[in-house]
């Protein structure tokens, strides 16, 4: 119950709309936000996430670059659901809802001025906005 109580803080403090679960989520959530050349660098936070949990000091820090794709993402539309249906967003032409997948990352919440992804303690925000924005992710 300690846990859920903390996580449902943490969500409420740090992500706003994003859903917590926390049988699944175990520590603070990891909130990546575009960067002003409009890279989202999900990529680049999970692996200072990991370079960073390394608890023996003398272990060999090197780590291979890893292998990265680039998406574009380009948020055309979003309809909030006003009442009993959920909020929807059109994102490269096709419709998504909160709970389906986009690139192997949940759609965890859909507002009118923000989608949020989610892959394990990784949380992305994605500003609607006319320009478009490049989501880069591991392979």
């Known amino acids: ?47 200072s996430e990991e370079a960073a949990a390394l608890p023996n000091p003398f272990r060999r820090r090197y780590r291979a670059s890893p292998k990265t794709r680039d998406i574009a993402v380009r948020i055309e539309a979003v309809v909030s659901g006003g009442g009993p249906e959920p909020a929807a967003a059109v994102i490269n032409g096709n419709p998504y809802a909160p709970n389906e997948e986009f690139e192997g990352m949940a759609i965890a919440s859909i507002g009118p001025d923000v989608v949020e992804l989610r892959r394990g303690r990784t949380l992305a925000r994605l500003p609607v906005q006319e320009a478009p924005l490049v989501l880069r992710l591991n392979r």
């Open 1 to 47: 119950m300690r846990a859920f109580i903390v996580c449902t803080l943490l969500c409420a403090a740090v992500v706003g709309r994003a859903r917590c679960d926390p049988a699944a989520e175990s520590g603070p959530v990891l909130v990546v936000l575009p960067g002003p050349d409009g890279i989202v660098d999900v990529a680049g936070a999970e692996l």
